[in-house]
């Protein structure tokens, strides 16, 4: 069974300007995670779906970062513009969202991540 | 305030030499508390869910532990493979649904 995929795995960027990350869930798992890991801190929600639609973005730094899960399927996270402290992995987990469960109480399957680099 | 807490930070083993890292969190109506693994230049990997006080899994060297207020993970006999990061989590209720909460992680280094 095939993983999580991210793209790309590195990305350097100047402050200001934008960048887009893509992430391709296991198939047929219903909820997507975004996370942002600092280093030497555990990861951070972002954003959470479940299908095509948000479940919790309370942690999003809206004025700059979006995502979207169209079609139930792949998502993007977008930063536009960038600044210096978004230096930082960005992750991206699926989970089964086994029935009867609440979402963010599910095993979580990690993708490697998305390493950004603000200049 | 921080609803999961991990120690130590950071933890040196001899190999063989067994230890246990420490995971407690605050947050009431517990829904799972899981343990992660992640190696540099990877996402989290998963070991183990607990579920409730005085539930036991193991998995090779690793033995999970929990109780109403923290969980352990102990490592018998660890070997170097088993160097890496290893993050506790559990889900924070946030309106109608839950969010997935980190602790910062105890980075483990086992010398041959």
């Known amino acids: 069974e095939a993983g999580v995929a991210q793209s790309p795995r590195y990305k350097i960027i100047e402050k200001r300007q934008s960048v887009a990350f893509w992430c391709n869930p296991i198939s047929g798992h219903a909820t997507l995670y975004w996370y942002q890991q600092i280093l030497g801190q555990g990861p951070k929600l972002l954003i959470q779906f479940q299908n095509n639609g948000v479940v919790d973005d309370s942690q999003l730094p809206k004025d700059r970062f979006s995502a979207e899960r169209l079609k139930g399927v792949d998502s993007t996270l977008k930063i536009q513009p960038a600044k210096l402290e978004d230096s930082a992995v960005y992750l991206c987990?699926?989970?089964?969202?086994?029935?009867?469960?609440?979402?963010?109480?599910?095993?979580?399957?990690f993708g490697p991540g998305t390493r950004l680099t603000v200049l | 305030e921080d609803q999961v807490t991990q120690s130590p930070e950071a933890l040196r083993l001899q190999e063989g030499e067994s230890s246990s890292l420490n995971c407690s969190y605050t947050v009431s109506g517990l829904r799972g508390l899981f343990w992660y693994r992640q190696d540099p230049g990877k996402g989290p990997e998963f070991l183990f869910t607990l579920y409730s006080a005085g539930e036991e899994k193991e998995k090779e060297r690793l033995k999970a532990t929990l109780t109403k207020k923290e969980s352990f993970l102990h490592i018998t006999a660890p070997k170097p493979e088993d160097s890496a990061t290893y993050l506790c989590?559990?889900?924070?209720?946030?309106?109608?649904?839950?969010?997935?909460?980190f602790g910062r992680g105890t980075s483990l280094i086992v010398h041959p």
């Open positions: 987990a699926s989970s089964l969202q086994t029935q009867g469960t609440t979402t963010g109480t599910d095993t979580q399957y």
């Open positions: 989590a559990v889900p924070a209720p946030s309106g109608g649904s839950y969010i997935p909460t």
